[in-house]
C-alpha cells in the first residue's frame, strides 16, 4: 500500500559527504513524521535524525551539527545530508515514515529496504 525507496548509499573516505534520498509512494494522506535509522554490525538499530510535518527536527547526540535531515512535502521526501562522515558512521541507513492512508484508521509506521553506507580509507 505504501513503500519507501531509499537511494545514495555508498562508499566514501573518512571526512566525506553522502546525501541520502527517500521517497514514499502509495495511497498517502498525510505522512506525520519521516525519520532516518541506522543500524551498523552488531548494533542495535538507532534513530538519527527526524522531521515532523510541523518541520520540527531531532539529531542524535553522535550526528548533531554533522548531517542534516530535511523534506520535500510535495514530493513525499525526506533527505539525509551527511557530512564530516566517520568510520564510526558505517552502518545500514533505513528511512521509516508514519502514513496515514485512511483517515479512520489513522498512521501506520512504513520502512524502507535500507541503503549501505560505508567510510573507509
Known amino acids: 500500500q505504501v513503500q519507501l525507496v531509499e537511494s545514495g548509499g555508498g562508499s566514501v573516505q573518512p571526512g566525506g559527504s553522502l546525501r541520502l534520498s527517500c521517497t514514499a509512494s502509495g495511497v498517502i494522506l498525510d505522512i506525520r513524521v519521516m525519520a532516518w535509522h541506522r543500524q551498523a554490525p552488531g548494533k542495535h538499530r538507532e534513530m538519527v535524525a527526524a522531521?515532523?510535518?510541523?518541520?520540527?527536527?531531532d539529531y542524535a547526540d553522535s550526528v548533531n551539527g554533522r548531517f542534516t535531515i530535511s523534506r520535500d512535502y510535495a514530493k513525499n521526501t525526506v533527505y539525509l545530508q551527511m557530512n564530516g562522515l566517520k568510520p564510526e558512521d558505517t552502518a545500514i541507513y533505513s528511512c521509516?515514515?508514519?502514513?496515514?492512508?485512511?483517515?479512520?484508521?489513522?498512521?501506520?509506521?512504513?520502512w524502507g529496504q535500507g541503503t549501505q553506507v560505508t567510510v573507509s580509507s
Open positions: 521509516s515514515a508514519a502514513v496515514t492512508s485512511d483517515a479512520v484508521v489513522g498512521p501506520n509506521a512504513f
Open positions: 522531521i515532523t510535518a510541523e518541520g520540527r527536527i
